[in-house]
Every structure is written in structure tokens, then in C-alpha cells.
């Protein structure tokens, strides 16, 4: 009885052995990202951008300059980028973003946020030919809106970028840019 105690001690041992030393060397696989992601690329680099902001109760009307610095982040299961803009009679402009693709919800999903304490989440069912849109709710100054940013792509390195809100139920439009990539 004691031998088969002892026998049993050992091969126990062994066999915790061998599955602490299995463990200890597998790490679980990271995730990858949604391949959806790949549709984002184009939109990877710096981008250079002139418009002008239309007059609305967001501001006044008026010439701007804009630059993005847009990249994968997190694994590439995010894009993020950094905006930076000015405009004349304006205080500068900063806002950063986080974009990724929802497979439960199928949709491309954005997070804004920017330096007057503007928040907002929008949703995009991806590219249709040369036009990503994205559309949800803004926050800002205690209001909430429907936003809607449009990017049409106009070459390989160059798009339109459009932005509205709804007002009483339309669409009106807050501002254009023409960007190209450097």
C-alpha cells in the first residue's frame, strides 16, 4: 500500500511537471486584427489640408489649414490619428481619433475627441467605391447633433473631406478641405 502511495506521489509530480513546464513555454495567441482593417490604409501618412468652414452656430465662416498624421495603432486593430488645424480670428484647433472595425456589428466605428471638448461617435459601413462616411452623434458645448464626415478619395495621394450636422432634420454643411498626402 505504502509503495503504490509513493508511486502515485511521483507519477502525480511528473505529470504536474510536465504540464507546468508545457504552460510556462505557450503563450496564448494575440489576437489579429479584423482584416476589414485594411480598407483604412489608404488613409495612413500625413495629410495636408486647406478648406474653409462654413458659418453655422459652430462658428464663423472662414479659410483653414489642417494637417493629420494618421497610422495602425495598437496591434492594427486600431487607426488613429492626430489633427492639428488653424483659421483666421480662431484659437488653434487639436483632435485626435480612433477608428476600428466592429465584426459583431459589421460597421467601422470612430472616436473623436478634440481640444474645445468636442466628443464624438460615428459609424461607417466602409468604402463604396471612392466614398467613406461616417455618421453619428457630436457632442460639444452641451449639445448633441447628428454629424456626418464624408472622404472622397480624388487620386492616390489626395481626397475631398466634408463635414455636416443636422439641423431641423437636414443636412447642413459645416466645412470642406481638399488634403493631399505628403
Known amino acids: 500500500m505504502r509503495m503504490c502511495s509513493i508511486n502515485c506521489l511521483l507519477a502525480i509530480g511528473v505529470v504536474s511537471a510536465s504540464f507546468a513546464a508545457s504552460g510556462a513555454t505557450q503563450q496564448p495567441a494575440m489576437p489579429k486584427p479584423a482584416p476589414e482593417m485594411a480598407q483604412l490604409a489608404y488613409m495612413e501618412g500625413t495629410w495636408t489640408c486647406g478648406g474653409k468652414m462654413f458659418e453655422s452656430p ?32 480662431m484659437p488653434p484647433f487639436e483632435g485626435k481619433f480612433h477608428a476600428t472595425y466592429d465584426a459583431g456589428m459589421k460597421q467601422f466605428v470612430m472616436l473623436w475627441v478634440d481640444n474645445m471638448g468636442g466628443w464624438s461617435q460615428s459609424m461607417s459601413g466602409g468604402w463604396k467605391g471612392d466614398v467613406l462616411v461616417y455618421e453619428g452623434e457630436t457632442h460639444m458645448a452641451g449639445q448633441t447633433m447628428k454629424g456626418r464626415e464624408t472622404f472622397t478619395k480624388s487620386g492616390p495621394a489626395s481626397m475631398k473631406h466634408t463635414w455636416d450636422m443636422q439641423v431641423n432634420g437636414k443636412w447642413a454643411p459645416l466645412g470642406e478641405e481638399s488634403c493631399t498626402k505628403k
Open 58 to 89: 459652430m462658428g464663423p465662416a472662414g479659410n483653414m489649414q489642417s494637417t493629420a498624421v494618421i497610422g495602425k495603432d495598437l496591434n492594427g486593430h486600431f487607426q488613429s490619428g492626430a489633427i492639428k488645424g488653424t483659421m483666421p480670428n
